[in-house]
């Protein structure tokens, strides 16, 4: 149920992000998901691919830092309220969101919010048991 | 114009006669050194001289030099050749690496600290009658006392005001007229801008002259601080190994190189690499001997400052040598607002967090009118989360770290791994961008 996430390291300078969008593509590797978090002094790209280790191994090679976190995927239907509902449910059951980011799928009918959790485990159970599908990596990619 | 010297004698004296009283005090110290300092007297032997050898002043270089080291290894009060009843003061370097470097005083040495400082100031133009505005620091470091007894030998006002409040320093400046200002050339700076914010004119108050050191300033700093202080501003020089503020001071007439007070403190120029002493007018390490202090006399202190000494006739009538603004350091040390850094102490506490590379580099630069000192470090996988508060409060960390360390606020810059230079040598840790 958890999806992996790679996650890079970035210094606030032109040319970066292009540089790892490049060293992907090299690497035949597809990004399903991405965002950037950023302060006045450095950033933080995260990163859902289809093949984590080789992203991973390939941007290492290349200098960048790069970690990797678990986080998880809920599908929603892409209309209004959609995000509400499931931020209702994480607040009721007093989960920290550490940061999240969302994309609609192919179709257009769904929605793919991406959650990073303190307590992954009992974010899963609460979301999960109020009904939320749950989506794991290779679903995420087959998208 | 106000007296021209405080000492017109010794300060005017032919050479031959200063070199005579040079020597006979250079033969005193040396025999009493070697009898009372353990310390000395082994290094003496090791070295195969004896307080006889010395014959003219040219013997001097036949005895060891003493390092900061020394200080340190004798700490606190080993290298004291008096009995601690007879010390009536004593001060201390901010002593980051280690342990600080402390250094004592006899009634005597204080008497004599406080002439200097008043020949100082007299070269400087001061004399009774000036309200001088001390903003030096009073406490450990040697600036705002050493300064303040010279101006009351000196018999001017001293109004000890010492560092910070900066807004009731200008308030002060306005209301009791100061004339005289002490002080570092950064918080000269510093005053001059936060006069802009207060709206104070400093062409409103009595400034005249400026006594600027403790930190290396530029020529162009010098125009900066005189066209906006309206005053004259003057370079002093000190060190609290050989005493404090005073052991040399530029004169109003030539604004070129510090008179050295010789009669009491005994320069030399040498190779740092080779510690051969370098002919006159080279330039090198500058080395003092203090010919009269009685507390804590020292033997060939290598300063690390980089220096040269003017032989030529000054126009102002002293014959004492001068010593040009002091260029540089041998070593890595830093001035930063005042405060020496070394970049071992900013590793030491890099090295003192979990996950933090040895690879970093101190930028240092000067905004406005203050120095800025960066800290940039290495992001490893270690350290690196992908919450941005993680990374932040390792910023923090560092910072408060470093802060608590040095008593210097810097920014801390996170970067990608391999972006700081690894060189084949020597890494170059420092990047100093300031113009001195």
Redesign the interface.
């Known amino acids: 149920m958890r999806v992996e996430?790679i996650?890079v390291?970035?210094?606030n300078k032109s040319g970066r992000l292009a540089e790892i969008t490049s060293i992907l593509a090299e690497n035949d590797i597809n990004i399903r998901a991405l965002s950037v978090?950023d302060?006045a002094?450095?950033g933080?790209l995260?990163l859902i691919v289809d093949k984590v280790e080789k992203a991973k191994t390939a941007l290492k090679q290349n200098?960048?830092?790069?970690?990797k976190?678990t986080v998880i995927a809920v599908e929603v239907p892409d209309r209004t309220g959609g995000l509400a509902g499931v931020l209702k449910v994480v607040e009721n059951a007093g989960l920290n969101v550490?940061?999240m980011y969302a994309f609609v799928n192919k179709t257009g009918e769904d929605a793919v919010l991406i959650f990073?959790f303190d307590e992954i485990d009992k974010a899963i159970e609460v979301l999960r048991d109020n009904g939320f599908t749950i989506l794991t990596g290779e679903q995420l990619c087959a998208l | 114009m106000a007296t021209l010297f405080w000492e017109e004698e010794i300060e005017t004296l032919p050479r031959v006669g200063l070199e005579s009283i040079q020597l006979r005090r250079l033969r005193n110290l040396v025999a009493r050194v070697y009898m009372t300092v353990a310390p000395y007297r082994r290094k003496m032997e090791a070295a195969g001289v004896r307080p006889e050898d010395i014959r003219t002043l040219a013997d001097l270089r036949r005895l060891p030099f003493t390092v900061k080291d020394d200080l340190r290894d004798n700490y606190p009060f080993g290298l004291f050749t008096v009995p601690m009843e007879e010390i009536v003061r004593v001060h201390a370097s901010s002593g980051t690496t280690g342990k600080s470097t402390v250094v004592g005083y006899t009634q005597k040495d204080i008497e004599t600290w406080a002439n200097v400082m008043a020949r100082a100031l007299t070269c400087a133009g001061a004399h009774k009658g000036d309200i001088v505005h001390n903003a030096y620091g009073y406490g450990l470091f040697t600036g705002g006392l050493g300064a303040h007894y010279g101006v009351e030998r000196l018999g001017a006002t001293v109004i000890p005001v010492s560092g910070g409040n900066t807004k009731r320093q200008i308030t002060i400046m306005k209301d009791f007229g100061s004339t005289v200002l002490l002080s570092t050339p950064s918080y000269a700076l510093n005053l001059a801008e936060a006069m802009g914010a207060v709206g104070v004119d400093p062409h409103s108050l009595s400034l005249r002259v400026g006594v600027f050191g403790a930190e290396p300033w530029s020529e162009n700093m010098r125009e900066e601080v005189e066209r906006k202080l309206n005053l004259k501003a003057v370079d002093i020089y000190g060190l609290s190994e050989v005493m404090g503020p005073g052991v040399a001071m530029e004169c109003l007439s030539a604004e070129k190189g510090m008179h050295v007070f010789e009669d009491h403190f005994l320069p030399e120029i040498i190779d740092p690499d080779t510690g051969e002493v370098l002919p006159p007018g080279e330039k090198g390490e500058l080395v003092f001997t203090t010919l009269t202090k009685e507390a804590f006399p020292i033997i060939r202190y290598r300063t690390k400052d980089i220096s040269r000494l003017i032989y030529e006739p000054c126009s102002c009538g002293r014959t004492l040598v001068r010593m040009e603004k002091v260029t540089g350091r041998t070593d890595d040390m830093l001035i930063i607002r005042g405060v020496n850094v070394f970049p071992s102490q900013v590793e030491h506490v890099l090295m003192g967090i979990e996950g933090v590379e040895p690879h970093y580099q101190i930028v240092v630069e000067r905004e406005g009118n203050l120095d800025t000192m960066t800290v940039q470090v290495e992001?490893?996988?270690i350290i690196?989360?992908?919450?941005?508060?993680v990374?932040?409060n390792l910023?923090r960390k560092i910072q408060v770290e470093i802060k608590d360390l040095l008593g210097v606020t810097c920014k801390v810059?996170?970067?990608?791994?391999?972006?700081i230079q690894r060189s084949e040598g020597k890494a170059q840790r420092v990047i100093d961008k300031r113009k001195m």
Do not use: N, W
């Open positions: 996430q996650a390291f970035l210094e978090a302060t002094d450095f933080i995260r200098g960048f830092t790069v970690g976190t550490e940061y990073r | 992001v490893s996988e690196f989360s992908d919450e941005i508060r990374l932040e910023s810059k996170l970067v990608e791994p391999k972006t």
